[in-house]
């Protein structure tokens, strides 16, 4: 297993500079000759049929190019498909035009574009589309919706259900049989908005000359995005070219295809100039995807000393209006698959419901399924403590899978490669102060004051991949990883890789596992990305997958590179290659390091094709793929501590721990920084963001100013610590970190809350846990006024 000076050396992430300074390119910097610009008209309403749509007058506004309805385009453009196509799951997807055409279904929903000169001018006649709509109830809830007699979204899809998914294990009848507590409990995960520094943007640009279309995008997965771009569109998918410059933040929304990422090239080709759109705020929290949104019933069986025996339980997942790229996966692979945690639990019985609403779809959001499968187990746990009379870290202890025992097929039927969990929570627990602040929440609670701790045991599925297990749960692409290494005669790398980094910072991770392997300086190292005519084919950025995979193919093109480099220098040498010894970045005669020649030396002779072996072509470049042949289990332990306010119900962090363990760290400083930004959004999951839709389906929470995204002082100082598990099948021990910090943190703040105000009697409360509601559910339990 590889591990060397450069690997695991905290090195400054070589692609800031640039994003800091402001000289970075994003898609709306993109600048081509002749661009015009595009507006989306958006459906105020969140359901309602299309009575007429009258564009004369906007058509008619100074500098409008064209202006398009859902019926000009109507088989022109195919359908935007839904990729996840999970089976087993009596699955229906609904037609999604790029436009609308005889019915909105959210508000947001895009009826109508209109292209002019300028923005400003599209934006003005965009105002004077005159669209005559019949409002139709709405439905928003998705229990509501998939009740006999709701409001039908779809007229192929009754009671709005768009799938039924199962997952069941063990003996669950017999465990609750046998179970001396039943918990019960009734939990809302609620609905998340993505915020990204940059919305989405798409510019495009035609050439009739070869008929290629170049497609600017803010995209996780190019590949991915010229894939589905091409399959709408009816275009060959080699006539379509997909960058992706730096992308300002995504967080699983800008995995999607949306409508506009196929209409924007259409309409660049039609028109025949280039075509920018960018989305603004607004349009954002209505048009791109948010994530979450869960109601579950569960059943939780357990003995009176804390063994989990099983779990049960049914989710209402709201899915929004339409099923988007990857969204049937989330609440079912992503999520029910997870149910497990890290415990020995012995059965399991479990339905997803995905239900169609007047809401915007929902998708991928960072963690994407895994943070809502750890905040169901651990609140879970808590409960079950709470009804035996245990300590929370006990129950934990008590049902940890042994670290003797990984590989572990958990009773959903997939197999965790490593893990030691005991280690990671004593590690916690240390760093606490566990005990010494149980003691100090006695004392508090005795003056009256609402101290908590909370715990979160967590272990995520990442390294998304093989493909095999990709294709056999409907995913429709494959999940490996591809790189191309060329050594230049100078001895310069550039390694071309088929995952996108969108500001993870794995153009410097990527480098130091380069400059490690082929011995070269590491300001040596070039990453390419992001742009489909340069590099291979890859499956984008998600799931904590690209540093995992990614590096996978890396190892192996740079194998390749130094199995060659040996021939030529065996040859240069006139050695036997078996005697050849690569080091470091030289290739020497085992027991003559004197005799050497640097990889440099032979990337040149290789180039130049003088004297090269027989049977050995010019060049020093390697191609590989690496399909991994298991997912990658990170896990870990976070305790976050709490004080609420008994007299405005406000929550104050008062000290936060994560210890996580990712395998092999490359960088620690990005390790934690990944850690620091999950974190924040788990904090904020439960503290302040939540999506609010009124009954009528309109968006409540639709700007920045309403959608409580939290600010910095509204966070701790993190306390990160780590230990070291090296996944046994990833070539370099690596597991994944991108999103530990969300799917950990949710559920230790919402036990902290639990827990500070259990001497009220409060068993459970739903996020988020404003002051307002807090102080309400103190005023209650005091007997008090609301």
Known sequence: MAVTKLFG???????????????????????????????IVRSPHAHARIVRVDTARARAHPGVLAVYTGADLAGKLGAVPCAWLIPNADLKVPTRPVLAIDRVRYVGEGVAVVVAEDRYAARDAAALVDVTYEPLPAVVDQEQAARPGAVQLHDDIPRNVAFTWKVAGGDVEAAFRQAEVVVRQRMVNHRLIPNAVETRAVAAHANPATGEVTVWVTSQNP???????????????????????????????K???????????????????????????????VATIHGRDHITELEIAAKKDGTLLALRGTTWANMGAYLSTGAPGIPTILHGLMLSGCYTLGALDYTVHGVLTNTTPVDAYRGAGRPEATYLVERAVDLVARAV???PAEVRRRNFIPKERFPYTVVTGITYDSGDYHATLDRALQLVDYEGFRRQQVEARRQGRYLGVGLSTYVEICGLGPSAVA?????????YGSAVVRVA????????????????????????????????????????????????????TYGSRTTAVGTGAIVRACDRIIEKGRKIAAHLLEAAEDDIVFQDGRFFVRGAPDRVKTIQDVALAATLAWNLPAGVEPGMEASAFYDPPNFTYPFGAHVCTVEVDPDTGEVRLLRYVAVDDCGNVINPLI?????????????????????????????????LVDYA???????????????????????LGIKGVGETGTIAATAAVANAVIDALAPLGVVHLDMPFTPRRLWKVIQEKKGGTR
Not at 682 to 700: K, R
């Open 671 to 703: 390790v934690d920084g990944q850690v620091h930004g999950g974190i924040t959004q788990g904090i904020a999951q439960a503290l302040y963001e939540a999506a609010a839709y009124d009954a009528t389906g309109q968006l409540l929470t639709a700007s």
């Open 223 to 253: 590949h991915i995005h010229r894939l589905v771009i091409s399959g709408i569109l009816g275009w060959p998918e080699h006539k379509v070219r997909v960058i992706a410059p730096e992308v300002g933040g995504g967080f699983g929304s």
């Open 709 to 731: 995204v939290p600010k910095a002082f509204q966070v701790p100082r993190f306390e990160t610590d780590r230990t070291v598990t090296p996944s046994p099948h990833q070539p």
């Open 9 to 39: 050396a905290s090195v400054k992430r070589r692609d800031d500079p640039q994003l800091v300074t402001g000289r970075a390119t994003y898609t709306d910097d993109v600048r081509l000759v002749g661009a015009a610009h595009a507006v």
């Open 471 to 479: 294709g056999a749960v409907g995913f429709q692409g494959g999940l």
């Open 489 to 540: 005669p100078t001895g310069k790398v550039m390694v071309f890789i088929g995952e996108s980094p969108h500001g993870q910072g794995e153009e410097t991770t990527f480098a130091q596992v380069t400059a490690d392997r082929l011995g070269v300086p590491l300001d040596d190292v070039e990453v390419i990305h992001g742009d489909t005519a340069l590099t291979p084919m890859g499956w984008g």
């Open 389 to 391: 009379g245990l300590d």
């Open 255 to 285: 995995i999607h295809v949306y409508p506009e990422d196929a209409l924007i090239p259409y309409l660049a080709r039609v028109l025949g100039r280039p075509v920018k759109w960018t989305e603004d705020r607004r349009e954002n929290y």
